[in-house]
């Protein structure tokens, strides 16, 4: 029997990471042949060149579609998408995939559910379900309704994609692969490579040996004129704060630029001599840091995820994950000097928490792979109700 | 106060038919602009023109968009939506409308959710909630995921799109504005016109004044590789039926082009003298053709809708409908000779129905218009559980 | 030493006819590999699915691009040439050719000029330095200034190219590769198939074997309003001159529309019973078809170089080849029934004509082969004046 | 009589420059209405935000396409390119011109010209027939033979566009608009700001009162991998020359990213405490910032253009300028550190020049309106040989 031909879009630095372990499952599955395609801002220097480490990590790619439109507002985001839905639909066109994943909720994950679904090729979304503020809760339920088969993250987002009209043997609780990757860390938690050496980045010198913590801050899509107010308010707090502070820049998104410039300018101004600035890490050695460090502040994905399997504390800022689904680890604050300031100093205080599962105990990478191997694949659908 | 500028997007002829009393109680209303882009196939003449209806009703253009790219199979329905969703993008950004239209199901739609929804506009979704087989199913409810006001044709749709998860209160059934047009019909149903005469069209000159039939058959996109084989066990039956027939030639999809070359080989070769075709006819005139037909036979959304007020017996064939809600006037068949003769023959036998006001009661434009001129229109939302 | 790949883009059936015997000779040269890359209206049903002959002929496509949008007018013409822009240009990047091959002068031919000469890919022009109406003028001569190396069809047309400024060393007449099957087909000229029995079309069963003369009318991009009154003048002549006539359907162009409405209804209201119409054919069987007829009528460039190989008398209606270098064997004439009819007459009682070589001598593709074999292949120029 | 509509496309902060007294005598014609298209990297705040200014001259704009794929390498320049003609082609359809005019040979503007050519608008080019390296050649001459009427900048490039086999009737030389600017500054040189002051920008607070010199390197297309290197070379020999220096940034283009990479490296790395770097300026300052400075360094056409009517000594480097006419201002030099360094400071040491009027004599601008007023519009050609 032939290999069943399993085709995944990567689109950005943190998909990738998101994802790892399922791709090295697929490519070790003795019934599947991994079809990887990097597209979008995972291809762009300006956005940590993702496909650098994809290639250093051994992965064969299939297809590379640029795709992003610059301008980095909502019309190039739209523009984007529609750019992405054309040359997809090319890529699968001559690559017949047996299936695609599309993965969580990017505004140009939708291209590719919409470049699978129209040519009738069976669309397994990964992380469905869950919920956040943004155009981001928009497009993964847009994603859900055009998908086949659904490899959930946690048991809340599989009964909610069941009540979105599913049907419930084509939802599965995986996990989330990226916790995977987690479990590994915590399992030989030493912070083995200092991060500026191997890294360099830009900004002072830190002495973050007696205790850092990490910022990663996006702007949010529904906000984007905000964006530039908003990771001011965190740049004064952390900077009244401190404290060794690790600092990354944002992902490409409609307002990236607004944050970038905030903290250009304010890096210019205000010189603030407690926090290094890093373009980019690779997944592990994000881990690793994140795993060391008092608290995650800012609002990626990771404080709840990832950072819920290490026990990290978590000052999350914002309505960007208003909703997703979150363990003891994480406090939310508003775009607030004080409230921030306050939530990170007491998080810094605390003592790492409890491992929780709610995003998968480690094993997702696997699972994904076998249900991608075994299970029935089909293209047509209609609502439960 | 300024008018609210409420674009709407026509890509279709059907469509167009199904939102007309809409667009113009919408131009009527005085706090309301209409701005009206008709796009896709509502540009071509292979699939009638509609434009020309358009700019004939009196209703001015604000933008035309070429955008649906040749071949006729899932590949280029994928490449066409992905361009719509580029130009459309455009066309939003220099009209900044204040709410944007998007119809119903056709696969094209989705270009304009994404315009929309990616931009900040508020998307206001017209006939989300129902139930059909085919990718339709699909792009139907990602629209309904995309959207942030629903107004649905029937109560079965509300309860279905509150179940997806939308906040009830953006959720109001107007009835479908295709049933203004039945209920103007069925208020004066005298066929006040000869179709042959005004529409021209090819094939026998029929005797049709003693009684006739109306057929029209789509396409199924999933299914778009039987096109042929399904149209032709319909040829088959009416030809055997033997009873006068007026044929539509089917609109663009994946397929329309097998629908369409069997409907000229079977011409070509079998010479059937009981049926004449039209390639479009004007919404009125067409309405009024059902109105005094013994039937309509096919999978036309008409015969669920518009037949459903008028009371006109319907065959309806295959999967096209599957799920959407119909009145007693419906007889389900396959795609199947034996099945269409009989039912047809039937349906030719039986009495009018009563009318049924399941899709509305004829004043579902005027709602709509009145809605959009006073409700709040925002672009953020998140699902209700 | 690696094989050259040579990427050759096809986007139309008279483009394949043309460049057959090169692809060939490319295919079986031990230094080269072709890499075939089919396009635009060669895929489409509609304008006789060239690609079906391609495959049968033998040849291993490297990539199918859908470019074509509908409308066939100036607008989509444009828009066909800018997708077709971003189509190549992916496929240029992923094939990696050390060299591109674009044909002629079609408006889309420009879309694989610019994909090649803008990735810094040798680009290689066949069949510059030609002279005719319409836009294929400006587009041809645009070619040319793109283009690195110009295999050009004639004498006259190499002196053209140098006075563009081109490196006189870079231009060479290799002939035209449509005369290497001229040439086959002048060895063995019988006519060996019935044409309606095995290609169908529709018209009269005509009686063809005591003579008959063939048509072949495009729309002139430039005048395409008035394509259906050009070829009205030709269809009214042809049927007054009641001689046995294969009419050719026209290909894809701005205005073939305008000439293809124009013959269904001169079919339909007229009845010509002395012509009967074909989509299309092998290109051996096309020439053999001319090369045993009494007449070529129309606009084709088959009139010009096939013919004047074959010796086959033609009348050249209008100003799509106005200027094109030709043989004794060509009468020119206007739109217009009364010179078409007198012209056409003439031409039935006139032998044959002795062949010329000014187009070449059946040894073109060969010539191609091995200059793209062995010449040095570059991407930067700078003009020689 | 209607006033002619005269479109102009604007693609980037330089072409402005060149073009902007052009654009306010159409605007001021009695006879002409002026549709002004502002598109690609003139939208984009990473390369100067030149909208801006445009808005603030009091131009106003008819349409915004945003149109730069992110990458900066040759395949998304080309796909650019394809989307410049998708999206203008749009723009035309709309705005419906009376012609419409390309500027010059940025890689971009063939989009111009083929949306316009295509849909059978008179085209309008300026500066052609000028000669260069790089792939700005290839576009440029393959625009004059897209274009109806050619408004060239100099005597020398008339000449070479009539070569072309352009009718002479159609090629006129109005000077280069830029020499207008030029001009008015010539007639009040003083320096009235402080540039710094002015313009904020990154680097040295500069002693520049008592003389400076500015530098402008952009990346070569067809040498875009060395980009990094080239302008490393210069970076050296500003450094060592140890001389107040204002160095701007390059505009987009392939390699831009390794220019820009590579000054900002050598900021970090090196930092020049000489230098004082310019992210854009407006063109009347910018155009008074040269005519005080002691010298051009670089590959800018301002060195070859405006320099020459300013008398300000240049040093031109490497291809990027190549046999483009020039004055006696000019020095040649190589990518190499001492040719830079040695030629800068002869240029430091020389007096200023007499004016030349190569480029045109300060009514440019006005004598473009006035032709596009009076000249006769057509859209259709054939070469002249």
């Given amino acids: 029997m032939p290999k069943r031909k399993i085709c995944v879009v990567v689109t950005a630095r943190p998909s990738y990471s998101r994802i790892k372990t399922a791709l090295t499952a697929i490519q070790d599955h003795s019934d599947l042949k991994l079809q990887l395609v990097i597209a979008g801002s995972a291809l762009l220097d300006r956005y940590g060149n ?7 990590d051994g992965f064969e790619i299939a297809a590379k579609v640029f795709m ?29 995939p047996d299936a695609v994943l599309t993965i969580a909720d990017r505004f140009e994950t939708i291209a590719t559910s919409i470049a699978a679904a129209y040519q009738n090729i069976p669309l397994v979304h990964i992380q469905g379900g869950e919920v956040t503020g943004s155009i981001d809760e928009k497009v993964r339920h847009a994603n859900t309704k055009l998908a086949d088969l659904h490899l959930v993250a946690s048991e809340d987002a599989k009964q909610r994609v069941i009540k979105l009209g599913e049907n419930p043997e084509k ?9 995977d990757l987690a479990k590994e860390i915590a399992e030989y938690p030493f912070l083995d ?6 890294y360099g980045g830009v900004g002072s010198k830190l002495n973050w040996k007696e205790g850092y913590i990490v910022v ?6 529904t906000e984007y004129k905000q964006a530039k107010a908003h990771v001011t308010e965190t740049l004064k707090a952390i900077k009244r704060l401190d404290y060794p502070t690790f600092w990354f820049w944002p992902n490409v998104d409609a307002g990236s630029d607004g944050t970038s410039n905030a903290i250009r300018s304010f890096r210019e101004l205000e ?6 600035f890093f373009k980019n890490m690779e997944p592990t050695d994000f881990l690793r840091l994140l795993k060391n460090s008092k608290a ?15 026990g990290v504390p978590v000052v999350n800022i914002g309505n960007r994950q208003f909703r997703r689904n979150r363990a003891t680890n994480v406090t939310d604050v508003n775009y607030n000097l004080n409230e921030i300031l306050e939530a990170t100093e007491n998080a810094i205080k605390t003592e790492h928490f409890e491992s929780s599962g709610i995003y998968g105990n480690g094993d997702s990478g696997k699972k ?15 609502i439960t109700y």
Same sequence: chains 1, 2, 3, 4.
């Fill in 68 to 96: 992003v439109l610059e301008g980095e507002n909502p019309t190039t985001m739209a523009k984007t998408t529609g750019l992405g839905v054309m040359e997809l639909t090319n890529v699968f066109y001559n690559l017949k």
């Fill in 193 to 198: 490579f200092d991060p500026i050496e191997k």
């Fill in 50 to 56: 993702a496909v650098d480490f994809i290639e250093k």
């Fill in 368 to 382: 994904i792979a076998e249900i991608l191997a075994t299970s029935e694949l089909t293209y047509s659908k209609t």
């Fill in 216 to 221: 990663m801050q996006h702007p949010v899509t």
């Fill in 171 to 179: 939802v599965i609780n995986t996990g989330c692969p990226s916790i």
């Fill in 296 to 310: 995650l502040v800012g609002n990626s994905s990771a404080g709840l995820r990832e950072c819920a399997y290490l």
């Fill in 271 to 276: 010189k603030p001599d407690n926090i290094h």
